[in-house]
């Protein structure tokens, strides 16, 4: 992980947490095809209790941080503190529009890919700079640093956990698709800790 904090990685995980914004919006929100971990959980806050993602992924995430930051310092707090800003923002400003192709919720297969890229791309140059733009990733950096498991089957048990409450909403046909989601943006986020 990165030791040194800087300018450049700072606009880096500034971006690529806006990306899975980006995607959780235009894509995860509109399809039910969800994610596990606090990104799934926040999708389940929005649909039962109508709180807009940007406000609880604050929350949610701020207490998963607190893991983190004993487990890796204050320079993962700074570009998690990055990540989570860029994601609120970009989240807040995509509600202000309509979703860019709102027909892909209807096209299960193509959402679940699309937004695994989105998720693992995302949250993955945000892990290798050494931040969490979300409190699952958080967890799951914590998790695997104290255990030795790998990130991305850490993530694997986070996200059932979550796509098992998400059966509250969503058919278990779309459940299926959030599992192909979670099952490949783990290998994408596992990938980018692995280049480092």
């Not at 958080?138 to 996200?159: E, F, H």
């Not at 989601?181 to 480092?196: A, D, E, N």
């Amino acid at each position: 992980m990165t030791t040194k904090i800087t300018l450049r990685n700072c606009i880096i995980s500034f971006f690529g947490a806006a990306f899975l914004a980006f995607g959780m919006y235009n894509v995860h929100s509109i399809s039910d095809i969800t994610e596990g971990g606090v990104l799934g959980a926040v999708l389940l806050i929005q649909h039962w209790l109508h709180i807009s993602p940007a406000l609880s992924s604050l929350v949610l995430n701020g207490l998963c941080y607190l893991l983190g930051w004993r487990t890796f310092g204050k320079t993962f707090l700074v570009y998690s503190a990055i990540s989570s800003l860029g994601y609120s923002v970009c989240y807040t400003v995509c509600e202000q529009f309509p979703p860019i192709y709102p027909q892909i919720a209807s096209m299960p297969l193509a959402a679940a890919i699309a937004g695994s890229i989105f998720v693992g791309v995302g949250c993955g140059i945000c892990v290798r700079l050494g931040g969490a733009p979300s409190g699952d990733d958080a967890l799951s950096m914590s998790l695997s640093r104290l255990t030795g498991i790998p990130i991305q089957w850490v993530y694997l048990l986070s996200d059932l956990l979550v796509l098992g409450l998400s059966l509250t909403y969503i058919p278990l046909n779309k459940i299926a698709y959030s599992l192909l989601t979670v099952l490949l943006s783990g290998q994408i986020i596992g990938l980018f800790q692995r280049k480092q």
